[in-house]
């Protein structure tokens, strides 16, 4: 089930999200833009933002591409932002299969299976 969407939720404002070519933060960055927000999608890889553009030119996306774990990248998402930044949707990562996780032997509170 989705949520009805609001033209005009995000009227106004502006967002940043970082990993919009694809998944959690392209879905993030359609559905802010199509409820009023000026976004700012950020990713490593340009052709995905490209692709996005292409797919919904209407909504105004601003694009920078390059590694957000770069200061150079992420200076340039600030100024691309402008003066005021009311959402940050930092969904930029690697999607494995969480197979590191299921390895660990450490356990919530510091304990160790051993
Ligand atoms: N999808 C899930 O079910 C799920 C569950 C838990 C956590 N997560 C985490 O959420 C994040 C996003 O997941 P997803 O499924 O949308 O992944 P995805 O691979 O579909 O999208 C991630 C996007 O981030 C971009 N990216 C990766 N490193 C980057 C960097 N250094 N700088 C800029 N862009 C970068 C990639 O190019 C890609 O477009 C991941 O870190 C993932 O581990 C996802």
Do not use: H, W, Y
């Not at 106004?12 to 933060?25: E, F, R």
């Not at 969480?98 to 660990?104: E, G, N, P, V």
Request: contains cysteine; aromatic residues 4%.
């Amino acid at each position: 089930m989705s949520a009805a969407l609001s033209a005009d939720r995000f009227a106004g404002k502006t967002a940043i999200v970082t990993g919009a070519g694809s998944g959690i933060g392209r879905a993030s960055a359609i559905r802010l833009a199509q409820e009023g927000a000026t976004v700012v999608a950020a990713d490593v890889v340009a052709d995905r933002l490209s692709e996005l553009v292409a797919e919904f030119p209407d909504l105004g996306f601003i694009t920078v591409a390059g590694d957000v774990s770069s200061e150079e990248t992420t200076r340039r998402i600030v100024e691309s932002a402008g003066p005021r930044i009311d959402v940050l949707a930092n969904m930029a990562g690697i999607m494995d299969d969480f197979s590191l996780a299921a390895r660990s032997t450490t356990r919530p509170g510091g304990g160790c299976s051993g």
